[in-house]
């Protein structure tokens, strides 16, 4: 699986961003697919996760509420709308994707297989 990751810029604290991640290969529908971020001098960190279906999401304690993710297994998407950002959302964002049993949904960076190049958001306050 390649994955895509796009939709980053410059937004004012409040306002809504949506990232996009694309990916490539015949497996998107049998990973579970996440969301991390990297904040300027902090270590990578979850952020949303989607299984399989659909039918089962996570989210970080600092999201919950203003983030959501979704997919489109067709079009083998993942995008994670973010509203009510800020500044402290500031970071380089990062799809990825797990190749899970079932249902399962992966959460941590160690059982990610592939990940996406990383898209910048800035929120200014």
């Known amino acids: 699986v390649q994955l895509q990751a796009s939709g980053g810029g410059l937004v004012q604290a409040g306002g809504p961003l949506r990232l996009s991640c694309a990916a490539s290969?015949?497996?998107?529908?049998?990973?579970?697919m996440g969301w991390f971020r990297q904040a300027p001098g902090k270590k990578r960190e979850f952020v949303a996760a989607?299984?399989?279906?659909?039918?089962?999401?996570y989210y970080a304690d600092s999201v919950k509420g203003r983030f959501t993710i979704s997919r489109d297994n067709a079009k083998k998407t993942a995008p994670l709308q973010m509203n009510s950002l800020q500044p402290e959302d500031t970071g380089v964002y990062y799809c990825?994707?797990?190749?899970?049993?079932?249902?399962?949904?992966?959460?941590?960076?160690?059982?990610?297989?592939?990940w996406g190049q990383g898209t910048l958001v800035t929120v200014s306050s």
């Open positions: 990825a994707a797990a190749y899970v049993i079932s249902t399962v949904v992966a959460t941590t960076e160690e059982e990610h297989n592939y």
């Open positions: 290969g015949r497996s998107f529908s049998r990973c579970s």
């Open positions: 989607i299984s399989r279906s659909g039918s089962t999401t």
